[in-house]
């Protein structure tokens, strides 16, 4: 990788002066606020007094999750429970433009923080609501952690092999999903009310982002009747495509989803005929035979290492991939030149590798201004922008209403 990137807390990126109040805990809401801090947003983190949860999701006894998804951040901590520490967000809100939090709905309102109060402190306010289900429906005061909307949104059922259990994603994949979402509808409001001149409520659930990956599932029940089923690496749609298994036990993806890549494939793997065998002549029929073709296909990978797979299929121009582990990504010499993974100091490890700051905008890209921050580490600057004193910060302090 490259030099340690450095981080200078007076660049400038596209969203500067853009001031987030971010609320929310774990991950979908700081995915949302990373993305805003990235491109230079002011995005203050109002932590609880015991930290955002974010905080103990350790790895090797540190704070890996914290550190890559609250960078370009700062915090806050304030017990809300107390007057005056409300009274001070309050005052922070009539100067903010983004509001976030994602607790179970109902509990800003019994907080007095509900929105039309915040909207009448600031009209334009835009506030984002995160929550599993959405803040109405027969399920919006249910707990929605990702887990269960995983499985809800029928991804689970999609995911994994036809005679097997149904498969959850390893990783936080509807709240990063409704992170990703939830900042496209806030830089969209933010260019709204720029034109209208007010702000607006986003109700935004972690189910309908991760079900609108599912594609036209709905459309395809209504008009055929068919439940899609598990099929694996495989796929219901197109043929050939999977994972097959290398001589030195290593793993190659393949798609071959157009006519011309299936032709360009079956001669690479020294079986040209098959694309004039009514089994295998088009896609449907590919489809419809998926196992012999996965068989035809499997039976040439495993006579080739995979440095020998993709020499071959890459010079065919099929179009293959290798399955990579993060010890494979970290070396590969496009994730170097690209630098999709950065070092990045840190104050207490020194540096540490994480992803780069993402899309790539060639005019106004985002800016590295400060690492993840202690718990607390700005009440005081905070609590001075919302107007308390140095007496009054002590004050509140010793009551226990902030860190």
Not at 15 to 36: E, F, H, K, T
Not at 101 to 111: H, Q
Not at 230 to 243: C, E, H, L, Q, Y
Not at 309 to 320: D, E, F, K, P, Y
């Amino acid at each position: 990788m490259a030099n340690t990137i450095r981080f200078s807390p007076d660049a400038k990126g596209p969203l500067a002066g853009i001031r987030v109040l971010d609320l929310s805990r774990l991950v979908s809401g700081n995915m949302l606020s990373l993305q805003l801090a990235d491109f230079g947003a002011d995005v203050i983190k109002i932590e609880p007094l015991e930290g955002d949860p974010l905080r103990a999701w350790l790895d090797g006894g540190e704070q890996l999750f914290w550190k890559t998804y609250c960078r370009n951040k700062f915090s806050a901590a304030l017990d809300l429970r107390n007057a005056d520490a409300k009274a001070a967000l309050l005052r922070l809100i009539e100067t903010a433009d983004v509001f976030i939090e994602n607790y179970r709905p109902g509990t800003l309102e019994k907080m007095g923080l509900a929105p039309d109060a915040l909207l009448a402190r600031n009209p334009r306010l835009i506030v984002v609501r995160i929550s599993g289900f959405g803040q109405t429906g027969p399920y919006a005061e249910l707990p929605g952690f990702g887990t269960l909307i995983e499985a809800m949104s029928g991804l689970a059922a999609r995911t994994g092999f036809p005679d097997r259990e149904p498969v959850l994603p390893p990783l936080a994949l509807a709240d990063m999903i409704a992170g990703l979402s939830g900042a496209m509808a806030t830089v969209t409001a933010l260019f709204a009310r720029n034109q209208a001149g007010k702000g607006q409520v986003i109700d935004l659930s972690l189910l309908e982002p991760l079900f609108s990956t599912l594609g036209p599932e709905a459309a395809i029940y209504q008009r055929t009747g068919e439940v899609k089923q598990r099929t694996g690496n495989g796929s219901n749609i197109t043929a050939p495509r999977n994972i097959y298994r290398c001589a030195d036990g290593k793993y190659i993806a393949l798609s071959g989803s157009t006519q011309a890549m299936a032709r360009r494939l079956f001669e690479t793997i020294g079986r040209a005929g098959m694309i004039e065998d009514p089994r295998f002549r088009t896609n449907t029929d590919r489809v419809r035979n998926r196992p012999l073709v996965d068989e035809a296909v499997g039976a040439w990978f495993v006579t080739k290492t995979r440095d020998e797979s993709l020499t071959q299929m890459r010079a065919a121009g099929v179009t293959v991939g290798p399955v990579y582990n993060i010890d494979d990504a970290v070396e590969d010499p496009h994730f170097r030149e690209r630098q999709i993974i950065v070092d990045v100091e840190d104050p207490e490890l020194g540096s540490l590798p994480m992803h780069n700051i993402v899309p790539r905008l060639s005019g106004t890209p985002g800016v590295w201004r400060t690492p993840a921050p202690t718990l607390g580490q700005h009440t005081d600057d905070i609590l001075r922008q919302a107007g308390l004193d140095t007496e009054a910060i002590a004050k509140l302090r010793a009551e226990g209403g902030c860190l």
